[in-house]
């Protein structure tokens, strides 16, 4: 079976929703260019939402993270009062928040390379030459994209993995692995579209001879 075959094998094995086929699917050669058609295309339509709905754009992955943090902090407070004031312990208390914060960095990861605070050496690149300047930003974009790729081809298999073998969070009867699994090729699909924007954006300055380089700002927008 040809490389393409595969990953086209790959939509119906999702329609499906079996998550034994898409398994099989998902571990095979081809996942790595239907993973490339996913980073790309889904990350071009995250910029399209970012554009078209401003209150996504500016409130969606912040809102994720400040929930999930929320989540693991009422967790932990009453984890301790369960335990010294009612000799109780929920057995979650434990494993869920791990979990939590894993959606809390990764769509965190996704808003601060929006707000481009991640390593940019703005210092060192704006002294740089226009094209230079266009050219290390391009550069970033193509890594940006890269890490996306390996994120998202990697964690769906990851995903169809759990979900095949029914594996179940620690300690939580309940409550699937793949649940928490799923919300990070989702996180990596919308930091691919945050990437784009940006590079769109610094396309659009370079063209029209406007500053590229701008200083980032750790906690607020640009």
Known sequence: MSIWSEALSVIPAILSGDPWEMKTAFYSDGMWLFGVIVTL???YLAHLVFLKVPIIERHLERGVSVVAYLMIAMIIFWGVIDRFVFSHQWSGSTTVPPFLFMIMA????SYNVKLRTHLSFSEFRSKMKPQRQMMTLSLDTVLWLGFCLIA???SLRFTAYSADNFQMVDGVDDVMKWWFYITVPVAF????GRVIGNWLED???YRTGAPIIKQAVIGGDI
């Open 106 to 109: 990764w769509f965190g990861c």
């Open 203 to 205: 396309w659009g300055n």
């Open 41 to 43: 295309a889904g990350g």
């Open 152 to 154: 998202i081809t990697t």
């Open 189 to 192: 699909i919308l930091m691919a």
